[in-house]
């Protein structure tokens, strides 16, 4: 079975541009998370959607970010505009309601010069 | 205050030798579940082991174990007959779920070499 899949594997942009990370879950999960990991800050939950819809954005840093879910198989997380401390590795997982596990997928690592 | 502790930033372990990953958490919730992750130098997070709250034994899946000890709210990992491959970063982590909530919080992690 497919596992969580990233796109872009790696992305480098310029400050200021727009950066759109996308995210297609294991099949028939229910929950998609969107998880950033940085040196300083370690891993920390951005956004997390159950059937679709955001259930809770605390972790959004600032309205420069943004994360939809318009169908099950389908998330992205977009940063307009970029700026350099957004340089990060972006994680989606994906899980089952009545399981407890996270599954992660390969991660997009994020470099904004 | 951090919810989860991981004291240990790095940690060496001969092959084949078993080695104890400490993990201490903080919540006032009566049910919540403990996990760990391995960070291998490619990237991923894979999901190794998880410990409920209310589970009376504690978790195992092959190599790993998980030491739970809630009095002590420490759950620490224990991988038996370390390999070469087992040289990663690991995470504990931690969801508490009388709130609903199904986000994980990890702690900083601790980057395992295995020596030959």
């Known amino acids: 079975d497919a596992g969580v899949i990233q796109s872009p594997r790696h992305e480098v942009t310029e400050m200021g541009q727009e950066v759109t990370l996308r995210c297609k879950p294991i099949?028939?999960?229910?929950?998609l998370f969107w998880y950033r990991q940085t040196m300083m800050r370690g891993l920390e939950l951005l956004i997390y959607?159950?059937?679709?819809?955001?259930?809770?954005d605390s972790g959004m840093p600032e309205d420069r970010f943004s994360a939809k879910m318009p169908n099950a198989s389908f998330s992205t997380l977009k940063i307009q505009p970029s700026e350099p401390r957004d340089s990060a590795v972006y994680f989606c997982?994906?899980?089952?309601?009545?399981?407890?596990?996270?599954?992660f997928g390969p991660g997009t690592r994020l470099t904004v010069t | 205050a951090q919810k989860i502790t991981q004291t240990q930033p790095g940690m060496f372990v001969q092959e084949k030798e078993a080695v104890t990953l400490d993990c201490t958490y903080d919540?006032?919730?009566?049910?919540?579940?403990l996990f760990w992750y391995k960070q291998p130098s490619s990237g991923e997070m894979i999901f190794l082991i998880y410990?409920?709250?209310?589970?009376?034994q504690n978790a195992t899946e092959g190599r790993y174990s998980l030491n739970f000890q809630k009095a002590r709210k420490s759950a620490n990992l224990v991988i038996s007959a370390s390999q070469l491959g087992d040289s990663a970063m690991y995470f504990c982590?931690?969801?508490?779920?009388?709130?609903?909530?199904?986000?994980?919080?990890f702690g900083s992690g601790t980057r395992l070499q295995v020596q030959p």
């Open positions: 997982a994906s899980s089952l309601g009545r399981t407890v596990a996270q599954y």
């Open positions: 099949s028939g999960h229910d929950y």
């Open positions: 959607f159950n059937n679709n819809v955001p259930i809770d």
């Open positions: 919540t006032s919730d009566q049910s919540y579940g």
């Open positions: 410990q409920g709250s209310y589970d009376e």
């Open positions: 982590a931690m969801r508490e779920a009388s709130t609903g909530r199904r986000a994980l919080t």
